[in-house]
Every structure is written in structure tokens, then in C-alpha cells.
């Protein structure tokens, strides 16, 4: 059974990580650095600065790389007192996509490999980006519509396709491209974002504006590729896709927890100080009810995400957890949020505190790493089948 008891090390780690964020993160909220398309080049490289000063970046890689090498537990932890601040999953170099690549490559890479993406990735010199989606009629919840082709070619592979939501691709120093091999197979590649071949064609406009580089499409034309820059062996990229997305969606579960939190705290204070109709806010039991409402959504996403921890702690993949937190976690964070707008009235539609900056940044939550549908379906095929959440 989990502990729901946090060790005297995870203590530690949390009012540290806590402080950091409240005393060195939270003031640059403002920072008029922060675009549309996410922090700027400078601002991250301020952010990481700090970070690197905290001994907190990268927490989740090994120690070989410069990380805390963290359980998924513990991961639990940082992850939500960093993304009490949009801008803390970037000071402690643990945002999306970085994050996740980071886990991937540290799981498959060659030592080469690591060397020359990771090494630079973990120390928050680079930024990286995951090109899996694509337009229609290509890939996107479904991995089985992969459009992107890898064509043999002595010793390289030749890369042609699209992509688009691609996730920090815009000042990113390398990517990570799912392609099909001519029999099919899916296959990742690894490649400088500065090779001839790719374009990016233009930045997406999104709701959100926390993820430094924001969303593009990429265009490959002719990109070669050694077949020593194969990301694992080939073939295999589903697979690998896998052992990615898994702790990826945790992790974003974990994140968009703090996000919350903050969102609730900022209500709460609200709804304590403002008067309305003789007595304050929150002594009104419509204001009294959501507030409940958030704290029991807060406590079962966290239950929740303590459980999956636990499960990719004891080596099991967790695909069916994962599913399962990511629903949960993702919906009731939503409510949360969504719920705090309300209680501030005027102020939670306006940039008066991060709260309505945080409901647009959320809404994709519910979208990405796998819509809640997608997810659903897969319970529920799973359910059928007889398989059932993994008991620990």
C-alpha cells in the first residue's frame, strides 16, 4: 500500500521546493518576458539559473546527470509544489516536453546518445520537442494513423512528413520524430532542430502560455538521418511511445495539481476578506460549498496520483493507472479552477491574479497527452477484458 505519510526526506523536499517557489518564481509572474507562446529565451535562462542556484533542476534524472534522481513518489512531491507557479515547472527544468524527453532518453538512448541530447537537456542548456502529431489524416490520439515516413537510404534514413502541436518546437535544439519505416513499423529518430530538412512553418495560436516555445508545425523535407541517431532499435517506436507517455502523463497530472492548489488558495483568501450582503464571502453557503467541492477534488486527484506513483514505483508500466489518473486528476483539477473564476467574480476573469491565466493554460489538460474519451474508452475496454487497477 502507498504511505500516505511523507518520509522526513519528501518534507524536506517539499518546503524547500515550496520556498523556492513562493520566494524566488512566483514575482516573475509579471515579468513582461512572459508571451503569448511562453516564457522568452532569456527569461528561461534566468528561471534555470535560479534553479541550478536551488540544487532543485532537473530533479528526476540520475545523478550522473546532474538530477536527484527522484522516485515517481517523490516526483509526487516536487512536481506539484513547482506547478503551484506557471512559471516553476521551467525554473526546475521540468516542464513538458522536457521533461518526459528527458525520462526517454535516459530510459533508451545509447550512451552516445545521452551525451550528446541529455547531458545538455538535464543541465537546462537545450530545449527539446516531441514530434509525434500530426494534421489529418495522420497521427494523433490514434499512434496506428502515423502519415511520417523514414526511408532507407544506405546508411541514413530519409524523413518526410508533417507535424503540428508540436510543443516547444521553436527554439528547441533537437526533436524527437516518430516516423514509419517502409514495412510500417513505427521508429523514433533523434535530430538537431538546426538540420537541413526541417521547417518550422509557423507558431499555433493556443489557449494556453506556459510552455516556453508554445506549439508549431514542423515540416520535414528530405531530413537524413544516420541510423546511429535512431532513438532505441527500430521498429519499436510504439513501445518506446509508451514508456514516455506513461510517467509523462503523471507528471502533468502532478504539475496541473499545484496549479490548482494555488487557484484555490487565492479563492479561499478571497472568499475570507470580501464582504457581500453583510458578511463575507465565503460565509455564504453557495461560495462555503464550492470551496468544500474544491477541497475534496484537490484530495482525490492527489490519492489518485499517489496511487499511480506507487504503481511505476514497484516497475510496473501502468498504462491502466495512468489512464485512470489522468481522468480523474485532469477533470477535477479543471473543476477546481473553473470554480475559483466564480468565486472571484470580476477578478477571476481578469489577469488581477494568476487565476485566469491558469484556466486558459488548464483547459488542454483535458485534450493533450490523450483526450479524457480516449481514455474512457480504454478503461472501459479494459474493464470488459477483466483487467482491473493494480493493487499494490
Known sequence: MPDFNLSARQQALQERTRAFIAEKVIPYERDPRCTAHGPSEDLRQELISLGRASGLLSSHVSTDFGGLALDHASKAILFEEAGYSPLGPVALNIAAPDEGNMHLLQEVATPEQKERWLRPLAAGHIRSCFCMTEPAPGAGS????????????????????????????????????????????????LADMDSPGITIERAMGALDSCFPGGHGV??????????????????????????????????????????????????????????????????????????????????VARLAIW??????????????????????????????????????????????????????????????????????????????????????
Request: charged content about 25%; glycine content about 10%; hydrophobic content about 40%.
Open 218 to 299: 514542423v515540416r520535414f523535407d528530405g531530413l537524413r538521418v544516420s541510423a546511429c541517431d535512431i532513438l532505441g532499435a527500430p521498429g519499436e517506436g510504439l513501445r518506446y511511445a509508451q514508456v514516455r507517455l506513461s510517467p509523462a502523463r503523471l507528471t502533468h497530472c502532478m504539475r496541473w495539481l499545484g496549479a490548482a492548489r494555488r487557484c484555490h488558495d487565492i479563492a479561499s483568501d478571497y472568499a475570507r476578506q470580501r464582504q457581500s450582503f453583510g458578511k463575507t464571502l465565503g460565509e455564504h453557503e453557495g461560495v462555503s460549498f464550492m470551496l468544500a467541492d474544491n477541497e475534496m477534488d484537490l484530495h
Open 142 to 189: 490514434d499512434p496506428g494513423m502515423l502519415q511520417t515516413t523514414a526511408r532507407k537510404d544506405g546508411d541514413d534514413y530519409v524523413i518526410d512528413g508533417t507535424k503540428w502541436f508540436i510543443t516547444g518546437a521553436e527554439g528547441a535544439g533537437f526533436a524527437i520524430i516518430m516516423a514509419k519505416l517502409e514495412d510500417g513499423n513505427a521508429t523514433m529518430f
Open 307 to 392: 496511487h499511480c506513483a506507487a504503481v511505476l514505483d514497484s516497475g510496473a508500466l501502468g498504462k491502466h493507472d495512468s489512464s485512470v489518473t489522468k481522468v480523474i486528476a485532469s477533470e477535477a483539477s479543471w473543476r477546481v479552477v473553473d470554480r475559483s473564476v466564480q468565486m472571484l467574480g470580476g477578478q477571476g476573469v481578469t489577469h488581477e491574479t494568476v487565476v485566469a491565466r491558469t484556466f486558459a493554460d488548464m483547459r488542454a489538460f483535458r485534450i493533450y497527452d490523450g483526450p479524457s474519451e480516449v481514455h474512457r474508452w480504454s478503461i472501459g475496454r479494459n474493464i470488459l477484458r477483466g483487467r482491473k487497477p493494480t493493487q499494490l
